[in-house]
């Protein structure tokens, strides 16, 4: 579940962090898994290649990624700027993962929209896979949430947040580098789309095709004096590394890396389950063979004691 927090000031400069938090359902389970930034301060540099992923979480077949569409009649652009931006970046994962492979058959991800009236009905026949929905602001009490993602057993959900936050000074303070830092909190919300939406989209979609959040070593981590700073991983999770500032957050070759790992070069292929059916009927016939084999067993001891059988009579 993405997470928003704060803009946080330190020495009279204000610089705002938005966080990153998921949560994932696995066979009807919910885990809670730890908030990630979107910006922040240095330039991370992967030396080794641990992946991450989410405990056994993988899809089966090809995605169909399928967004739901709403109205706002406060913000009439929303509905056509967010299925813009999701379709981009559907397309996106997908074509950095054909190119990084070399194989345009592995990775058929697909984008569709739904419409309000297909979404009335009760049964609607899309193949989705994925379901993403968009909501102008979180329930309220949980309004640090930007979107989040859920898995169920044959199916997952994306739901996404997408007003701009209003941040205020929340009078606590936090340690970084030992530095003390202003806290900002999100206090309301603007009529307006929030920054770094498709970020939140690519993260959320990283978490559905299987990305946990990476944990990089300190050594992992060079910070220079730049302006603008590079991202290692869409996933980066920043509680472990207290890292602030602006960033460049994209799809990196190591969330790559950890997908071809997870898949294969071959891609996201649908299971045959001709194969499972194969595995049902020879436990069938391996139940009727012992089932048989204690039945002729039974005949056996009650004919071979004639003596026990006459004192029952």
Known sequence: MTKRVTGIRNLGKTKHTLWYKIILIKKMQKISLLVIPLLF???PLVTAENFYYIPDHKLEKPPVFCAMEFEDNRLPIAPSQLMEITK???LEWKTKLIEATNN??????QFRTISLQEQQELFFDADCTVNIYFERQPPVGEWDYAGYAESYLTFSEIRIFYLEPIYKNSGKTIEIDGELWEKFEVKGFKNTLTYGLDDTIRHEIGHILGLDH???ESYQLAREPLSVWSSPSIMLDETEHKITGDVDYKITDYDLRAIINLYGEDGIKEINFLIYVDYVIVGLVLILIIYFIKRYSHFEEFEYKPGKNQAQK
């Open 41 to 43: 301060s240095g330039v």
């Open 88 to 90: 981009n970046v559907v």
């Open 104 to 109: 345009p058959d592995g990775w058929n991800f």
């Open 214 to 216: 990476p944990r990089f």
